[in-house]
């Protein structure tokens, strides 16, 4: 059974930073692609940056410059770390992998940043 935990977030000051962590079970972990998303009050969830098996990422324009995603395939862990926070990132942050077509979310983390 898939297994994603998302820790890390909290209140920050505009302009802090933050590292968010998600650790995976169930999953044959160095051979996924890994995603952070987001979903802000009254908008869509979106994606914010993945990662895939190579190494390789993609960010979204909004965040591309301020933010860092990795993985550590030894721990079964993907990392967001988060620079220069505004308050538009204020959201909850969902980790995410898509397994045989199928998409698996954690339950996600809150960031806040206060302006």
């Known amino acids: 059974q898939v297994h994603l935990v998302e820790s890390g977030g909290g209140l920050v000051q505009a302009g802090g930073s933050l590292r968010l962590s998600c650790a995976a079970s169930?999953?044959?972990?160095?051979?996924?692609?890994m995603g952070w998303y987001r979903q802000a009050p009254g908008n869509e969830r979106e994606l914010v940056a993945n990662?895939?098996?190579?190494?390789?990422?993609n960010y979204a324009d909004s965040v591309r410059g301020r933010f860092t995603i990795s993985r550590d395939n030894a721990k079964n862990t993907v990392y967001l770390q988060m620079n220069s926070l505004k308050p538009e990132d204020t959201a909850v942050y969902y980790c995410?992998?898509?397994?045989?077509?199928?998409?698996?979310w954690g339950k996600g983390t809150l960031v806040t940043v206060s302006s």
């Open positions: 995410n992998v898509r397994r045989y077509s199928m998409d698996y």
């Open positions: 169930g999953i044959t972990f160095s051979i996924y692609a």
């Open positions: 990662i895939i098996t190579g190494g390789s990422t």
